[in-house]
């Protein structure tokens, strides 16, 4: 019989191509995978790998089992979901794993909301970028992603996983006040640019838009927490793209300009035949259901409507009003 974890080991080393790397993937020693690969060989009956001085190779063997690992981990999926259903009760533990940007619209409700409906349920939430995230979920770390995908830059989920789209979120031009009047991208190539640290998603989606436009963007100002991008937009300090779930309010000073047609899909992630599991049933119905951005928290508005330390936004162009 075929140990499902050393089967784990071998479909790594078939997409990440090195034993060093799969250890670090696991946290073990790069002895500790050789050891487990040489004992799936005898398993398996049939020679996996092929060793060439310190590099190994998988054989024509070693790659056909591979390639049937998310099959076979699908089919025991299914069969724990379909135990787990059985008493018709949703409790245990549920980790989620969610994208810096929807810790606060989208995590934090869905765990709130799954706790009330299941008081059975132990629900964790880890922050993780979807770089992050996809790998941690099929190493069954997590057992539920909040990720973003930008189908533009063409993004494909990694094998052994299935999405559910959520909602589209649309990406914005986030200029200093005075800027707001601009037409197009290409208006503001000689402006400095503000982004995330390389390598990132939102580094290469503004990068792409800038180049659609014509022209490469000069980067001055880096960031790694995105809400932090509008200060630094507000302070004059530059420009940048930035996914409107973040822009729900934002501070004097800063324009809001749509870029039709670029936006990213956010999207709730599972392992291929978890989907029946009735905790991560429960979390997907609820995510499917709230598949909005819940509203922000606002202050009370002054006598003319303004909410203090908050720029009103035109629904139309997003802009400043008056």
Known sequence: MIDVKRLMLLRDLAEHGTVTA?????????????????????????????????????????????????????????????????????????????????????????ASSLV????????????????????????????VALTYRYPHLGMPLPEGVVAQALFDDPLVLAVPEELGEIDGLAALRHQPWITTPAPSACRDVMTHACQSAGFTPVIEHSYRDLRAALALVAAGLGVTILPMMLCRTTPPGLALIPLPGKGRTIEAVVRAGTESHPAIAAALTAAIRDHRPAAPLRQRPDDHGHVPGETAVDPVRHQPIG
């Not at 487990?36 to 092929?50: N, P, W």
């Not at 349920?121 to 057992?143: G, H």
């Open 22 to 110: 799969v250890a670090e993937l696991h946290g073990v020693t790069p002895s500790a995978v050789s050891q487990q690969l040489r004992i799936l060989e005898t398993e398996a009956g049939a020679a996996l790998l092929r060793r060439e001085g310190r590099m190994v190779r998988l054989t024509a063997a070693g790659s056909t089992l591979a390639a049937e690992c998310e099959q076979v981990l699908a089919a025991l999926e299914r069969a724990k979901g379909a135990v787990r259903a059985l008493d018709g009760e949703v409790g245990g533990e549920l980790v989620i794993g969610c994208m810096p940007s929807g810790l606060e619209v989208l995590a934090a409700p869905l």
């Open 116 to 143: 009330r409906a299941h008081p059975g349920l132990r629900v964790r939430i880890v922050e993780a970028e979807p770089e992050e995230a996809l790998p941690l979920l099929r190493q069954r770390t997590l057992d």
